[in-house]
Protein backbone atom coordinates (compact mmCIF):
# COMPACT_ATOMS: atom_id res chain seq x y z
CA UNK A 1 0.00 0.00 0.00
CA UNK A 2 0.90 3.28 -1.30
CA UNK A 3 1.78 5.88 2.22
CA UNK A 4 2.52 9.80 1.65
CA UNK A 5 5.45 11.27 3.16
CA UNK A 6 5.70 15.09 3.55
CA UNK A 7 9.06 16.62 4.25
CA UNK A 8 10.40 20.32 4.05
CA UNK A 9 8.13 21.95 6.99
CA UNK A 10 10.51 24.32 9.28
CA UNK A 11 10.42 27.63 11.00
CA UNK A 12 11.26 30.54 8.36
CA UNK A 13 10.74 34.44 8.67
CA UNK A 14 7.55 36.44 6.88
CA UNK A 15 8.28 36.94 3.39
CA UNK A 16 10.63 34.18 3.12
CA UNK A 17 9.85 30.35 1.33
CA UNK A 18 9.61 27.10 2.07
CA UNK A 19 9.18 23.80 -0.58
CA UNK A 20 7.19 21.07 0.38
CA UNK A 21 7.73 17.81 -0.86
CA UNK A 22 5.35 14.80 -1.02
CA UNK A 23 6.45 11.22 -1.89
CA UNK A 24 4.83 7.95 -2.29
CA UNK A 25 6.35 5.54 -0.41
CA UNK A 26 6.32 2.13 -1.30
CA UNK A 27 4.84 2.46 -4.52
CA UNK A 28 3.87 4.93 -7.39
CA UNK A 29 0.73 7.58 -7.68
CA UNK A 30 -1.36 5.67 -9.80
CA UNK A 31 -4.23 8.47 -8.76
CA UNK A 32 -6.19 11.26 -10.44
CA UNK A 33 -4.64 13.89 -8.83
CA UNK A 34 -2.40 14.99 -5.62
CA UNK A 35 -4.16 17.49 -3.16
CA UNK A 36 -2.17 19.93 -0.15
CA UNK A 37 -3.94 20.83 2.49
CA UNK A 38 -3.42 22.50 5.61
CA UNK A 39 -4.91 23.01 9.09
CA UNK A 40 -3.82 26.04 10.81
CA UNK A 41 -4.01 25.57 15.03
CA UNK A 42 -7.40 25.79 16.15
CA UNK A 43 -8.97 26.32 12.22
CA UNK A 44 -10.62 23.78 9.55
CA UNK A 45 -8.34 21.37 7.15
CA UNK A 46 -8.67 23.67 3.98
CA UNK A 47 -7.53 22.97 0.57
CA UNK A 48 -3.87 24.51 -0.69
CA UNK A 49 -3.76 22.83 -4.09
CA UNK A 50 -3.99 19.88 -6.20
CA UNK A 51 -2.57 19.01 -9.39
CA UNK A 52 -2.99 15.85 -12.01
CA UNK A 53 -1.03 13.51 -12.07
CA UNK A 54 -1.28 12.69 -15.77
CA UNK A 55 -0.93 15.88 -17.48
CA UNK A 56 0.13 18.34 -14.16
CA UNK A 57 -2.90 20.92 -14.45
CA UNK A 58 -2.84 23.03 -11.21
CA UNK A 59 -5.30 23.98 -9.17
CA UNK A 60 -4.86 26.44 -6.15
CA UNK A 61 -7.28 27.71 -3.22
CA UNK A 62 -7.44 31.20 -3.19
CA UNK A 63 -4.98 31.03 -0.15
CA UNK A 64 -2.29 29.88 -2.54
CA UNK A 65 -3.65 32.02 -5.81
CA UNK A 66 0.21 34.76 -6.71
CA UNK A 67 2.26 32.57 -4.07
CA UNK A 68 2.48 29.17 -4.43
CA UNK A 69 3.47 26.98 -7.24
CA UNK A 70 2.21 22.59 -7.22
CA UNK A 71 4.25 20.77 -9.51
CA UNK A 72 5.04 17.28 -9.36
CA UNK A 73 8.38 14.86 -10.51
CA UNK A 74 6.94 11.57 -12.35
CA UNK A 75 10.68 10.42 -11.56
CA UNK A 76 10.24 10.93 -8.20
CA UNK A 77 6.98 9.97 -7.63
CA UNK A 78 7.24 13.48 -5.67
CA UNK A 79 4.61 16.54 -5.50
CA UNK A 80 5.76 19.79 -4.51
CA UNK A 81 4.65 22.76 -3.24
CA UNK A 82 6.86 26.09 -3.45
CA UNK A 83 5.85 28.40 -1.09
CA UNK A 84 6.63 32.34 -1.40
CA UNK A 85 6.17 35.60 0.46
CA UNK A 86 4.70 33.59 3.44
CA UNK A 87 2.64 35.31 6.15
CA UNK A 88 2.32 34.44 9.65
CA UNK A 89 -1.41 33.51 8.65
CA UNK A 90 0.44 29.94 6.59
CA UNK A 91 1.35 28.75 9.75
CA UNK A 92 -0.05 25.03 9.56
CA UNK A 93 0.14 21.62 9.79
CA UNK A 94 0.39 20.74 5.87
CA UNK A 95 -0.68 17.33 4.61
CA UNK A 96 -1.30 15.64 1.02
CA UNK A 97 -3.32 13.33 0.25
CA UNK A 98 -4.34 11.48 -3.13
CA UNK A 99 -8.15 12.16 -5.29
CA UNK A 100 -8.07 7.93 -7.28
CA UNK A 101 -10.68 9.52 -9.42
CA UNK A 102 -12.48 12.63 -10.30
CA UNK A 103 -15.46 13.98 -8.01
CA UNK A 104 -13.58 11.03 -5.75
CA UNK A 105 -13.00 12.27 -2.02
CA UNK A 106 -8.92 12.91 -0.77
CA UNK A 107 -8.01 10.11 0.93
CA UNK A 108 -4.53 8.45 2.22
CA UNK A 109 -3.05 11.11 4.11
CA UNK A 110 0.23 11.71 5.15
CA UNK A 111 1.80 12.57 8.54
CA UNK A 112 1.74 15.98 7.50
CA UNK A 113 4.43 18.62 8.08
CA UNK A 114 4.51 21.46 10.43
CA UNK A 115 5.02 25.05 8.67
CA UNK A 116 5.50 28.58 11.06
CA UNK A 117 5.90 31.37 10.03
CA UNK A 118 7.26 34.25 12.48
CA UNK A 119 6.24 37.55 11.73
Known amino acids: QVQLVESGGGLVQAGGSLRLACAAS????????VGWFRQPPGKEREFVAS????????YYGDSAKGRFTISRDKAKNTVYLQMNSLKPEDTAVYHC????????????WGQGTQVTVSS
Open 97 to 108: ATQRHLLDDFGS
Open 26 to 33: GGTFSSHA
Open 51 to 58: ITWSAGDP
